[in-house]
């Protein structure tokens, strides 16, 4: 099963935002595993908030001397197993990307975040020797249409070559952002607190499934080849 990098050499760009939805998703119905790769460890801070579900492990201080051996055994025991890297470039990316069957490189719709998205694409394929199997995932986009500036900076991406996005963008949602002060996951949210609570538990539940889609395409080509 699975092994899924969320990077960008960029930090800010929603990483940990969408390595919690999907995990917290998946975790409904599945044992899942988040290796906490970041330094700041807002993953494991959110863990120590009340109401993480019991399929979800949480595992923090991961470093470059210790990732792969804790991607093996995560995968060893996990069907799922997600990794939130680290908003700069590092050596750390460089390994996790080397057991990852899917490389998640979130995206605000701004130039900065692109061109950072970018360049992660370049240094992964340049330390793999090939091209990562990755998406680009816009993350706190707007839910009404997109101004001019979100257009051309998807259109300067698919101009450049890196065309390779999810199709379900994960919104700009009060529901996301409460789940990083409030702990626990979408379910366990109160509506009387938390505004769009059903648009955003239904644009989670569009983007997990998409996610476990592409890893499925995967696993069968794999199968062929």
Same mark, same amino acid.
């Given at each position: 099963m699975p092994v899924i990098s969320v990077a960008n050499s960029k930090g800010g760009c929603g990483k940990t935002t969408l390595t919690l939805i999907l995990a917290t998703e998946l975790a409904k119905n599945?044992?899942?595993t988040i290796l906490d790769a970041d330094p700041r460890q807002p993953i494991v801070g959110w863990a120590s908030l009340k109401g993480k579900p019991e399929n979800l492990t949480v595992i923090g201080n991961i470093r470059e001397k210790n990732i792969l051996a804790e991607i093996q055994d995560a995968a060893a025991s996990t069907p799922f197993v997600f990794i939130d890297l680290e908003g700069? *470039?590092?050596?750390?990316?460089?390994?996790?990307?080397?057991?990852? $069957?899917?490389i998640?490189?979130?995206?605000? %719709?701004?130039?900065q975040d692109?061109?950072?998205?970018?360049?992660?694409?370049?240094?992964?394929?340049d330390e793999l020797g090939h091209e990562p199997n990755y998406r680009l995932a816009i993350t706190q986009s707007k839910v009404i249409a997109k101004g001019r500036t979100a257009t051309s900076v998807i259109q300067g991406l698919k101009a450049e070559g890196f065309d390779k996005f999810l199709n379900v963008e994960?919104?700009?949602?009060?529901?996301?952002? *409460?789940?990083?002060?409030?702990?626990g996951t979408l379910d366990e949210l $109160?509506?009387?607190?938390?505004?769009?609570? %059903?648009?955003?538990?239904k644009n989670a539940e569009l983007i997990t499934d998409e996610v476990i889609a592409v890893c499925a395409d995967q696993?069968?080509?794999?199968?062929?080849?």
């Open positions: 599945y044992p899942v700069t *470039a590092s050596r750390m990316i460089s390994f996790a990307a080397s057991e990852s $069957d899917l998640l490189i979130p995206i605000k %719709e701004q130039g692109a061109r950072a998205a970018v360049n992660t694409v370049i240094a992964l394929t994960l919104h700009e949602r009060d529901a996301f952002a *409460a789940l990083h002060t409030l702990g $109160d509506p009387a607190m938390v505004g769009g609570l %059903e648009k955003a538990r696993e069968s080509e794999r199968s062929v080849a």
